[in-house]
């Protein structure tokens, strides 16, 4: 895990990067197609300027009236964003003592090129404990790194019990 970096693991995040001009209610849309738990609001010249949480969209609809009011009222500024090149391990502390569930990752203009999820870092953590101890699939673990469909552990890929008995009586 230590000569991964940020790139390798983090996911596209396209249908996620917003206009920081966009209206609260085009906002909202936007979260619901992205499938995302936030929207990564960009400038003009289109490098990352905030952040507008899930959470915020939720508070603003339920106080405002109008959904026509631009989202800048409900941007965080103030938003930790990891660097494309950076090593996976330096960013580790994001997750540990704090909880974020994304992080934004930015390459070297600024621009917004992907996120890191929480889910994915605790996937690598998972197929990194299963080859310390001898019990992961080595090449499929590495081939998988940076995907979101990354393998898990072995007791999350059991059969379902009646499936297997189902399987059993018919043998």
């Known amino acids: 895990m230590l000569t991964l970096r940020v790139a390798d693991l983090m996911r596209p995040c396209h249908a996620a990067v917003i206009p920081m001009s966009m209206k609260l209610r085009d906002a909202a849309e936007a979260l619901i197609f992205s499938e995302e738990p936030l929207l990564i609001a960009v400038d003009d010249a289109n490098r990352f300027a905030g952040v507008v949480a899930e959470s915020a969209v939720i508070r603003s ?10 989202i800048e009222s409900i941007l965080s500024r103030h938003v930790e964003s990891a660097s494309c090149d950076a090593s996976l391990s330096s960013v580790m502390p994001f997750f540990r003592d704090a909880c974020h569930v994304v992080v934004p990752v930015i390459d070297r ?3 917004v090129v992907g996120l890191l999820h929480r889910r994915d870092v605790v996937r690598l953590l998972l197929s990194d404990a299963g080859e310390q101890t001898g019990t992961g ?35």
């Open 61 to 70: 609809l339920l106080a405002t009236p109008s959904t026509d009011v631009p």
């Open 109 to 111: 203009t600024g621009s």
């Open 137 to 171: 699939d080595d090449a499929a673990a590495q081939s998988q790194i940076g995907r979101p469909e990354v393998r898990g552990p072995h007791f999350l890929q059991a059969e379902p019990r009646h499936v297997r008995d189902q399987v059993n009586r018919q043998t």
